[in-house]
């Protein structure tokens, strides 16, 4: 059922509610494994081998599971896991997996949920570390409700949601965990200020703005240190301001009262924001304080809260030594989640990796390893403590 040309099927599983199992043999010629029968539960699902891929025949499988073995908290399922086997075989070249999602009523929405199917993404199930994996996305397909990915090796997939669970609850929010509010704070000529999202435990210290001059300040992408890239565009968020009556104290220094105090807010990018007020704060005695509060909130739907992981970037190789190599990258910034990164590594030149190590900063050093030897290294980033990204891209060091 459902097999292209180089491999022959059969049948197996089946189920009143329809078929959990294809097998199908393929060899050198490539071919295609697909569930067509709509009664089930996995129904599209298949997997796509490339001609030259396999040097002899091989039995691929493609079946239902109930596998949700260290599931994420974070994590809504969107589809089935379906498992393809033989578990752990691994291709020198990429095969394509075919993994449906639960839209049955064809409105763009996951059952289930308030969030559109643009979200939809895919997971593996990673035996090296227990945990289930980030896999990119290779195409959408909402006619067949669809998800496809490229992969080298089988396992567990399935389609997946990176959201709260109260996301999934109402079609809109508004604030709540996702209502930021920035403070500058002039007191004693103080340039910082302080960022927070509400209802998530978090009192996020942003750093510094740039202040352009007495009346005017900037805050960019290195000031916000990754804040919006978790959350949301600045450019969907309302704005507004408020001085805070509790902590302010303004006299004739500056000529204003509370209410004559302005401010201006312009966003002139996704992670830009330019602030301006009527007053020279740098007049003020070092007595006096003056702090206003801006803040951004947002009523957009689910979709554009996406909390997918991300992939580590910039992995480096630092110092080389004998027995040992220096590897570090950027570290990532996440509102709803400690993050901590599993280390791989490969002795056969990037054909096949273990995990090495977990690490709780951005960087590693890998000790007694054997000198004049090539070794490779990708990171994932792990949320959670049980979802993690897919692989940073691989980097080499050969010791001394």
Known sequence: MGCDDGGSDETGGGTPGGITQLDAVIGSAGGKVEITDPASPIYRAGAYIQPDILSEDTSISVSWSENRESWSRETIAAGEVIRFDPDGIRFDEPVRLFLPYKDDDSDGIVDGTEIDEDNVRAMFFNTESGMWKDVPVSALNTEENIISVETNHFSHYTAAIYLAGECAQSETLYAGPYYFTLYFDFRHGSDSFRAAVSGVGVDYNAGNAVIADESHAILEDDGFRGLFDKVIDARQ?????????????????????????????????????????????????????????????????????DRSPRMPQNVTIGTVAENSIDIYWDDIVCLYSNISYNMYISEDGGDTFSLLTISTEPRVTVSGLDTGTSYFFKVTAVYHGSLESADSQTVSGTTL
């Not at 924001?273 to 803040?295: C, G, H, I």
Request: hydrophobic fraction near 45%.
């Open 237 to 305: 968020w309302t704005w507004a301001w408020a001085v805070l009556p509790s902590v302010t104290f303004l006299t004739k220094n500056v000529a204003l009262e509370d209410d004559e105090v302005e401010v201006g807010i312009v966003v002139t990018g996704p992670t830009s924001v330019e602030f301006s007020w009527n007053f020279d704060y740098r007049q003020m005695a070092p007595d006096e304080t003056l702090a206003v509060k801006f803040s951004g909130s947002t009523d957009t739907l689910c979709r554009l809260l």
